[in-house]
């Protein structure tokens, strides 16, 4: 339970202010409360008040625990088979994400690359019986950043696609800046890539490194794999959801089943919080969890992580903001976390100033023309060079494309490429909302080298998806076919 020398209230600008409230708070007490009688009445009263089909997807995640947690306890209830049901979706889903992901993991573990699985994934390795209430649509793993180039390319040609539409050869000679890559596969599988657990807001090298020495042995459908020790798992549930504003809730669980029933190391936790800056959001879940849920959080350490949340200075005010649950949100705390989300979403892009130079051609409207062009419109167009061009020589690229846009405001997004290299990608935002025939124009020098193969104008969607099914979502985010009207290469003097 939380120290007798500090009491945490729900005012404003105290912990407790962004702890989860309402019907949150009461799904959370079904899922936590060790008092059994209790937690039902919790799930009994929030059934009562709430219709299933009207919750989002945070909510089912939570009401997939409730069902495991309760069953038949639960049967009088006129919404029980609405729940048992959903119990069964979900679980069915999470078991065909990671049959979808078998094949992958145990490739890249063939490949000599080591695996850590995170969040719910590794909790499910470490009690397979927890997939019954633990939803796990998506896979995250962690792989070293010597590792990284054998994970992606075991994905790239396993049939995985990348969910910012980018290509393989634009990704490729970045693997060593990007912090994560999600990666889809058919209806189902869903991989998100790390190279570093953390956010790069809360880097840090030394345990980046120290992590991996206090990772334990586990088995993940049959593949021998790693997890993170009991206090990296809750460190981690509290840097991926602790500033997220519950847009998902169960990295709570997550947290106090770790704590619950694993050897937790205080000590190691508190050395993370502090490396990490994760005090006050980590302080947020703490009291929550050991004054609403009596979570054994010792006193000492709680006394610990709320000084070091004291003393966080400004960033204090922000992160409580990104740390309320997004259903209190009114006015001016919508506008405030807005403002603090996008300081830190800076410190972020600061963080990556490594980055390697993303060349960008941004293109122009151009007048429209009778010529016929090459041929049908398609997503992929040969760019061929004059032999004069090579050599190490730089060639300017002055092309015309054309093609036929649908009525919606989007990004035109295309990438010129050649064999394995990525040169250029070409961008125009389409700002009107009138559809029709769009001519674009583009210039830029590159510097061609004939033995990496012929060059490839190609479309590329703004946005990947698992699935295309609407067609609003192709018209909006979808690779756009085009023709060249006109190509002119000019070496450069």
């Known amino acids: 339970m939380a120290s007798a020398s500090r009491r945490i209230s729900r005012r404003f600008p105290c912990y407790g202010w962004a702890w989860p409230t309402n019907g949150l708070d009461q799904l959370l007490k079904a899922v936590l409360l060790p008092d059994q009688q209790a937690a039902q009445a919790q799930a009994l009263s929030w059934l009562d008040a709430n219709d299933i089909d009207a919750v989002e997807f945070r909510e089912h995640r939570l009401l997939a ?212 800056r994760l005090a006050v959001p980590a302080a947020v879940a703490l009291t929550y969890l050991a004054a609403e849920m009596s979570a054994p959080v010792p006193a000492g350490a709680l006394e610990r992580i709320v000084a070091l949340a004291d003393r966080a200075g400004a960033s204090r005010i922000g992160s409580l903001l990104q740390a309320k649950p997004r259903t209190d949100f009114k006015g001016l705390t919508w506008l405030s976390r807005g403002v603090a989300k996008q300081l830190r979403m800076r410190k972020k892009r600061a963080l990556r100033e490594r980055e390697l130079p993303d060349v960008q051609w941004h293109g ?34 002055d092309i015309v494309v054309r093609m036929d846009v649908p009525p919606v405001r989007r990004r035109i997004e295309m990438e010129l490429n050649g064999g394995e290299r990525h040169f250029a990608r070409l961008r125009y935002r389409k700002l009107g909302k009138s559809g029709g025939r769009l001519t674009l124009r583009f210039r830029g020098v590159i510097q061609p080298d004939p033995a990496l193969g012929a060059l490839t104008l190609a479309a590329r969607p703004s946005r990947q998806f698992r699935e295309w099914e609407h067609e609003q979502t192709v018209a909006t985010y979808g690779a756009m076919p085009f023709e060249i009207v006109s190509l002119k290469v000019s070496p450069m003097r």
């Open 65 to 276: 625990a409730i069902a495991d947690r309760f069953g038949k306890a639960l049967a009088a209830h006129p919404a029980y088979p609405r729940l048992a049901g959903l119990q069964k979706m979900l679980w069915t889903k999470s078991r065909l994400a990671m049959r979808e992901a078998e094949p992958a993991l145990k490739g890249i573990t063939d490949g000599g690359a080591s695996i850590m699985l995170l969040k719910g994934a590794s909790r499910i390795a470490v009690d397979p019986a927890a997939q019954r209430g633990r939803v796990a649509h998506d896979i995250d793993i962690l792989v070293r950043p010597q590792h990284m180039a054998i994970a992606f390319d075991v994905l790239r040609h396993g049939d995985w696609h990348v969910s910012t539409g980018v290509s393989p050869q634009y990704l490729k000679p970045r693997l060593g800046t990007v912090r994560s890559m999600n990666f889809f596969k058919g209806s189902y599988g869903d991989i998100d890539l790390h190279q570093v657990a953390y956010d790069w807001s809360q880097a840090d090298a030394a345990d980046d490194e120290a992590i991996w020495q206090r990772a334990l042995p586990a088995t993940f459908s049959g593949l021998g794999v790693l997890v993170p020790s009991a206090a990296d798992r809750v460190a981690l549930a509290i840097g991926h959801g602790g500033l997220d504003a519950h847009v998902h809730s169960d990295w709570l669980v997550d947290s106090a089943t770790a704590i619950g029933t694993c050897a937790f190391d205080w000590e190691v936790f508190c050395e993370i919080v502090a490396r990490r």
């Open 364 to 397: 122009r409207r151009a007048a429209a023309t009778a010529d016929a062009g090459p041929g049908t419109p398609a997503l992929s167009q040969p760019v061929p060079m004059p032999p004069t061009i090579g050599g190490g020589a730089q060639a300017e690229i």
